[in-house]
């Protein structure tokens, strides 16, 4: 990566069972946007090559770094090592990047993991009291599976959603973020929709909102590499 920074982490906290929050020191000077990432490496001897882009969950004016990570134990990979690192141990980031900004009020539909960009789009939003207009969608996997729900429910009240495909629950709808369920949940089709998920369930939802009349070019979302 070019530009690299080296950051300390300062606070580790899991957040689900395979979900954990780094919080790390901030490189003078360093920005960034909400909805932004950058790419990430260990700062260990044989990991200082392996990178890979982390959203920052932070906000841009906070004195520290956060990222909301999920843990993939079954890759045996960098988020697997991740999950053993400890306070004081160091990480490489490199300069911010991203497609997933926001553009005025609309809707937020993630899937799992996805749902990371949303975060400090979404906190920047309530410090500026501007989340009266819009609404989160959130699918996951099962109930606990679900990030942050606690936080999106006091930040959007009635206008934060949440579905769970794969359990019958009590707490959350089941099913999936489909045509079906857009046609039911949102009635302005002429507003901002911004997707982050699997990209096979990003193209879906963007096809499907197309096909109720959202324009394409108020349909945000990361381009696939």
Known sequence: MENTHTVTIREIEHVTHDVIRFVTTKPSGYTFEPGQATEVAIALDGWKDEERPFTFTSLPGDPFLEFTIKIYPERDGVTDRMASLEIDQELLIGDPWGAIRYQGPGVFIA???????????????QRRDEVADVQLHFSNETEDDVILAGEFRKMLGEDAHYV??????????????DESYLREKIS???QNFYLCGPPEMVEDIKESLIELGAAEDRVIHEEAA
């Open 164 to 177: 769970v495909s794969d359990e019958e629950t009590e707490v959350y709808r089941s099913g999936r973020i």
């Open 188 to 190: 302005d089709f002429g």
């Open 111 to 125: 899937g799992g993991a996805g749902v990371t960009p949303f975060i400090s789009i979404l906190r920047d939003l």
